[in-house]
């Protein structure tokens, strides 16, 4: 399958940055404009072709384990110790992208420093020079604000960048740093501005991706989405398991089994844009709050659906609250406009939904599960024959995780059936 990398990447970015200002205070567009900065440093430091890529992405990417850092910071973990495991979560992520350079650092050591006060302790020479860029990028960034920063602060932080060389920076970021932060830059880096900087410097990337790739990259993107809201943990990552099993045992090829895996992963994507303080809500929402929550599956929507070769995994993926009686949303469709897998992502999206604990109710078995599935196949909303599939097909699974897909177990099994 070949998939536009560079608009999928983006679209997981604008999220991104959405929660790392909502979390952390993060300045606006923060992956962006580290991702530009790192670009030019990139292109002064010789850098070409994949490994400016490589680079270029990873900067865009560089805080993609937000959501779990922050779990971790809840869940009580040491502040050095969630640091680290941001770090490494975020390059295990990465990975995953598979570029045809060596990148094994770039996320890994992005809060390393030469002096030695990183998470890991790493000193100049230990790290390459991608992970440094990220560094400078990534700190100039917090600190500054540089999307609003005036003119008259240059020199001040100019000053700043030489006094780190050294310590905070390494010598060769630092030089490059100071080589290319001017007023033209401030100026790129701006709000308005940002986004037609960042197409520039991640250009068109088209990948042929095999399968295997597919599912780590849509696993990836699962971890972000459930990191989202302690009550959501596994919603996305059991969805796209309880779909590729439902789409293996319907005997739908290899290609067609990953797409809907896909689609289930990203199916709730919106909800990066979603207030946590209106997901985590304990009791009922109030009206104004259940329609923030509903516009999550537009934003879904909209953040796919300029993506080149995901004209059906966009349909999927953002028609899973539409109804078969028009009464669903974001789009109010009809039976006729839905066809078979978004039908069934609808009724999976339900199936965990119910079935697993929420601010406002406990976890349920499969046979509750199922019942309120049938009464809604009854009401018109959902299709009854697909309810009638989950129940027998999940049956064996009844109030266990559905493991991840395995490649190998569903190549075997092909072969016996030939
Ligand atoms: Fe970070
Ligand atoms: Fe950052
Ligand atoms: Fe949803
Ligand atoms: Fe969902």
């Given amino acids: ?3 536009r990398m560079d ?8 999220a991104l940055d959405i929660v790392e200002g909502e ?7 923060h992956g962006k404009r580290v991702a530009v900065l790192s670009g030019i440093m990139g292109l ?7 490994e400016l890529r490589a680079l270029t992405i990873c900067a865009l990417l560089h805080d993609n384990a937000l959501t779990e850092y922050i779990a971790s910071e809840l869940d009580g973990e040491e502040h050095d110790a969630a640091m680290k495991s941001h770090c490494e979560i975020g390059q295990r992520n990465v990975n995953t992208l598979n570029f045809k350079t060596n990148y094994s650092d770039f996320v890994l050591y992005h809060h390393e420093r030469p002096n030695g006060a990183g998470s890991f302790q790493k000193r100049e020479g230990e790290f390459s020079t991608g992970a440094a860029i990220i560094c400078i990028a990534d700190t100039l960034d917090v600190i500054n604000h540089l999307q609003r920063v005036r003119v008259e602060r240059l020199p001040e932080i100019h000053r700043y960048i030489e006094s780190g060389a050294g310590t905070l920076f390494t010598r060769e970021a630092a030089e490059a740093m100071l080589g290319i932060l001017d007023e033209n830059l401030l100026e790129t880096l701006k709000d308005e501005n940002i986004e037609a900087a960042t197409l520039k410097f991640i250009p068109a990337w088209y990948a042929e991706m095999e399968n295997e790739v ?7 993107f699962t971890h972000i989405i459930d990191y989202k809201s302690k009550f959501t943990r596994k919603h996305s990552t059991q969805i796209a398991n309880r779909a590729w099993l439902m789409a293996c045992r319907y005997g739908y090829p290899l290609s067609t089994c990953t797409e809907i895996y896909l ?10 844009a979603i207030s946590s303080s209106i997901l985590e809500k304990p009791g009922k929402l109030d009206d104004e709050e259940f329609e923030i929550i509903k516009s999550h599956v537009y934003k879904t929507w909209e953040m796919l659906k300029d993506i080149e070769g995901f004209e059906e995994i966009h349909l999927w993926a953002s028609n899973h609250h539409e109804k078969l009686n028009g009464a669903g ?8 406009e839905l066809d078979f897998v978004s039908r069934l992502l609808a009724c999976i999206d339900i199936y965990q939904a119910v079935s697993e604990e929420r601010p406002y109710h406990a976890g349920r078995g499969h046979r509750e599960t199922i019942g309120i599935l049938q009464d809604m196949a009854r009401k018109g909303f959902i299709d009854r024959n697909i309810t009638e599939d989950l129940n027998k097909m999940l049956l064996d699974f009844d109030g266990r995780d559905v493991p991840p897909p395995d490649l190998e177990a569903f190549r075997k099994a092909r072969k016996t059936l030939v």
């Fill in 1 to 3: 399958m070949t998939i």
């Fill in 7 to 14: 608009q999928l990447i983006k679209a997981l970015t604008t």
């Fill in 23 to 29: 979390l952390l205070g993060a300045s606006s567009m």
């Fill in 44 to 50: 002064r430091l010789g850098m070409w072709d994949e």
């Fill in 214 to 220: 597919i599912i780590n990259l849509a696993t990836f």
């Fill in 263 to 272: 689609a289930a992963a990203l199916h709730d994507l919106g909800k990066l």
């Fill in 329 to 336: 949303y974001p789009f109010g469709k009809k039976a006729e």
